[in-house]
């Protein structure tokens, strides 16, 4: 199948390991998440990998590994946040070293040159559209086992856009579509990021359905908390402690849910479970800004005004967003601006915006959260570990 791809040199790899062949691995991946606006960053970076395969001409096991790790690598370094990419890539190329152990009965030799490696590589891209199958379904499944904690007249606190939870709720609204008797509270971020517009897309959809949903500002989620039944996020990792990195904001939602003694849940896809342990907010294999100390005055105001995403645009007649290519999600952060005799000093928005950026995680520690919700059932934190330990060996 022929791309329409505009050439990206740093993602551009060698498909047979001798220079003939080129496949833009980056712009491949770009592409698929601006086609495809359901598509999570993990599944799109697998999917542009099966493509890298199926288009490859390489001969042995280990060069079409090196192919692999070296399309991989790429990925990696062509986003400013590639924690939840990484948990997918990761586990679908253990998952590949798993179906290339068992093709010794098409007639392959391990490290040699005889036998059909058309059919091996017939066999693993097989199985690898078999892997994107089955992680693109898992979100209609996480949603069939989390409807069930969506009692009658609850009240279910989000952030973030997450499209899991998106789905969960959705499915919880059409499954009492006779009689709609759950309510929904958005908190929507101070600044505006891709997440936000996803999130009025489900804010949206769900009043459609009939769904009662009051959008609120972070500030005011200790506020609403009295009214709360449950808080429901989704994730961009689940780390091996049984903890979360996602958007900005869900640890102190974490924390003030747990001081008022409500069920905190994650919803949230098996192929995040990413292997990291951190330690702590600053132990996060992502480089952030947060806190930007100076001595500086800002020029103007200190009112945060939000930065437009690139590649998104809002329709102020409708409140809908317009999405042309969901940009955001590969996009560095807008670049500082410098002190110039004509620009003496950044405000204090634009030094918080160029810091920050539209990609910003922290981390939720397992002792907030009450259960994770996977398609493959409803864990505890602490059975996370047992679950890694399932998918990788």
Known sequence: MALDLDPIAEGVVRTNGRGSEEFDIVATYKKLL???PDLTMPVAAIEALVLLLSHSSTTTISETMDLLNSATTHLKHSIPNPISLSAGTDLFLRYLVTTLNGTRGLGFIPGGVTGDFQAIRHHLVSNGRLFVKRAKESRTTIGGYAQNFIRDESVVLTNGGSRVVGAVLRAAAEARSNSVRFKVIYVQSSTSTSN????????????????????????AVAYSLGKVSMVLVGAEGVVENGGIISRMGTYQVGLLAKSASKPFLVVVESHKFVRLYPLGQYDLPVEQKILDFTTESPSTSTTIIAAPVPGFKRDDSTDTPAIKE???????????????????????????LANTGPLAVDYTPPNLITALITESGVHTPSAVSEELIKLWY
């Open 196 to 219: 936000d517009i996803e999130g009025d897309e489900t804010i949206r959809s769900l009043r459609e359905l009939g769904v009662p949903v009051a959008v609120i500002p972070d500030a």
């Open 326 to 352: 969901r940009s955001g999600y590969f996009e560095e952060s807008p670049a500082p601006k410098k002190t110039t005799a004509s620009n003496p000093a950044q405000s204090g928005s634009d030094r918080m």
């Open 34 to 36: 601006a086609t495809d």
